[in-house]
C-alpha cells in the first residue's frame, strides 16, 4: 500500500503575532497563498493520495478553506481536543491511517526535497524512522544531528554554542507499527520523548539534502518564505 501523509496543521504561531493573528500557523498567508498549499503541492509531486491533518487551534479556518480534497489529494482532518505536542499528534493521527509508511510533515517548516527519493530510502533500508536533514551553517536555533552515513547517532539541544552542522528538517518517514508499539496515547514531544529516547533502540537514518529549507517560525523567515514563493 502507497505511503500516506500526517500533516501537523495545530500550531498557533505565537511569535508570529506581529504579522499574523487569529488563524492557525499553516494558514498564513505567503505570497498570497495559505503556507499550508505548498506543502500540500510537495505530496502532490509523489504517489501518496491520502493526508491526515492533524489540527486543534482554529481548525475550521483550515477546513473551511481546503475542504476533504486538494487536487488529487484526499485530506482528512484528525482534531486534537486539547494540546498533545508534536508526538501526541502524530500518534492520534497515524492511529487512523492504514498504510505502515507515513510521511511526516510539519505545517510550519517546507523542505524542498525529492520525497519519493526519501521513501524509497526509508523503506528499502528497513528503517524505524527517517529523518530529512539539512545541512547549515548555524545551527544554534534549531540544535543538531549527530549522523555518522546514514545512520543517526544522537541530538545535540540548541545551543549559541553550536556552529555548522546537519539539523533536523522537519520531514520524517515513519514504520507505523514501530511508532505505535512504542508509544502511547497522550501528550508527548516527538523530538525529545520518541527520537532521542529510541536512538539506539530503533534504525533511525538521515537522508542528506542542500534544497531549500525554510521555517516560518519567526518574523524574520517568514518574509524569506514570501520572498522566495514570491518569486
Known amino acids: 500500500m502507497p505511503a500516506e501523509a500526517i500533516v501537523l496543521a495545530g500550531g498557533k504561531g505565537t511569535r508570529l503575532q506581529s504579522v499574523i ?10 505570497a498570497n ?6 506543502i500540500l503541492e510537495q505530496i502532490c509531486a509523489t504517489e501518496i493520495v491520502d493526508v491526515k491533518l492533524s489540527v486543534g487551534y482554529k481548525y ?3 477546513r473551511s478553506y481546503f475542504g476533504s480534497r486538494y487536487k488529487h489529494l484526499h485530506l482528512g482532518y ?3 481536543n486539547e ?14 491511517c492504514s498504510s505502515n509508511t507515513l510521511l511526516i510533515c510539519n505545517g510550519d517548516t517546507f523542505f524542498g526535497i525529492d520525497i519519493e527519493r526519501f521513501i524509497n530510502q526509508h523503506v528499502s533500508h528497513n528503517n ?24 543517526v547517532l544522537g541530538f545535540t539541544e540548541k545551543s549559541n554554542d553550536l556552529k555548522s552542522g546537519w539539523i533536523n528538517g522537519g520531514l520524517y518517514a515513519l514504520d507505523r507499527n ?54
Open 78 to 80: 484528525v482534531v486534537e
Open 33 to 38: 497563498k495559505p503556507f499550508l498549499t505548498y
Open 60 to 62: 475550521d479556518v483550515i
Open 83 to 96: 494540546p498533545l505536542g508534536t508526538g501526541g499528534g502524530i500518534r492520534l493521527a497515524a492511529e487512523s
Open 128 to 151: 524505524g524512522m527517517t529523518i530529512a536533514l539539512k545541512h547549515m551553517e548555524m545551527v544554534n536555533r534549531y540544535g543538531m544531528v549527530e549522523i555518522e552515513d546514514f545512520r
Open 178 to 231: 514501530v511508532f505505535l508499539n512504542n508509544t502511547k496515547p497522550g501528550q508527548f514531544s516527538m523530538e525529545l520523548d520518541f527520537m532521542e529516547k529510541m536512538v539506539g533502540e530503533i534504525k533511525i537514518e538521515g537522508f542528506k539534502s542542500e534544497d531549500y529549507f525554510i521555517d516560518i517560525g519567526i518574523p524574520e523567515d517568514y518574509q524569506k518564505a514570501n520572498e522566495y514563493f514570491g518569486k
Open 21 to 30: 493573528s487569529n488563524i492557525p500557523k499553516p494558514m498564513a498567508p505567503v
